[in-house]
């Protein structure tokens, strides 16, 4: 097992460099070790695993390693913070770093840590995408990733999320790199109110990023489900697409396929745009799972 672990990391060499520190180091069955997964967040590791044990050789391989090391259960029912496994406590928010953008991260702010790298490639699009004059809405927007990675382009950024603590987040991320955060917006609450309240208001934009979770309910209890309501959201977020934008629209829904996917999004679609699928980042090496399709 220590090989295995040793060649996975070995593997991701090129994709860690001085601009981008955070990367998964073991995916699990993709490197050999079925519900396995270590990522490395500036040199602080994180370990998912699909049960509460955690192998000897695993702990003494995580020793050795040297520096903080915290795990979890890979149980989306539980959602349960990582616990210290080994090395210093690590007590405080800290910053990681992709392709030179700074992001927050946390071990102790629940289940998810702040910053999803399986989205690493799709922001770095983004961000060649936009330019000044352009506006991007992000909505599900979590601690705001994607919006910061367009305003390092330049774009004007509308965030949007139910939870006023990730948005708060989101603020942090834009002045961690020296962003000023008033020259940007950000908007609680449902993405389906604030399509509405923006298609009413004639507000356009030039991208938009539909990336919801794949259950969630809003604060008046109306539930969303990705394989039922994506094709709503995609279309309501179209008759606040300018003419010449784009969409990126992802999903890890199970069960779902890529042309399944596309199929739900192009049948709602009110006038036609184009569908392009982009991989995942080559540090996730198992069964693909993220869904990601542009359309233009």
Not at 14 to 40: H, K, N, Y
Not at 87 to 109: A, D, K, M, N, W
Request: aromatic share 10%; with cysteine.
């Amino acid at each position: 097992m220590r090989e295995l672990l040793a060649a996975a990391v070995a593997k991701r060499a090129g994709i860690l460099t001085d601009t981008t520190d955070a990367v998964r180091l073991v995916d699990g069955a993709g490197d050999g070790l079925p519900g396995v997964i270590l990522e490395t967040y500036a040199g602080r590791y994180l370990l998912s695993c699909t049960t509460d044990l955690i192998a000897p050789q695993v702990r003494t391989w995580l020793h050795d390693l040297g520096g903080s090391c915290y795990s979890k259960r890979l149980d989306p029912h539980r959602k349960e913070s990582p616990v210290r496994l080994c090395g210093p406590e690590v007590t405080e928010p800290f910053l990681i770093r992709e392709h030179g953008v700074c992001y927050e991260i946390s071990f102790q702010s629940g289940y998810s840590q702040g910053i999803f790298l399986d989205q690493r490639d799709n922001r770095a699009e983004v961000r060649r995408l936009m330019r000044p004059g352009l506006r991007l809405l992000n909505t599900f927007a979590y601690t705001g990733a994607f919006s910061v990675s367009a305003a390092m382009a330049g774009a004007e950024t509308t965030t949007l999320d139910l939870s006023q603590p990730y948005l708060d987040w989101a603020k942090r991320n834009f002045s961690h790199n020296h962003l000023d955060s008033a020259a940007h917006h950000f908007c609680k609450g449902d993405t389906l109110h604030w399509l509405r309240r923006f298609a009413k208001q004639g507000r356009f934009f030039d991208a938009i990023v539909l990336d919801p979770p794949t259950f969630s309910r809003n604060e008046q209890g109306k539930v969303f489900r990705v394989r039922e309501n994506f094709g709503e959201l995609a279309a309501m977020a179209t008759a606040v697409l300018s003419p010449e934008g784009w969409l990126l629209c992802c999903s890890n829904s199970p069960n779902m396929t890529p042309r399944g996917f596309e199929r739900q999004l192009l049948a709602n679609l009110p006038r036609p745009l184009q569908p392009h699928h982009s991989a995942m980042p080559r540090d996730f090496t198992a069964e693909p799972y993220l869904i990601s399709v542009w359309l233009r």
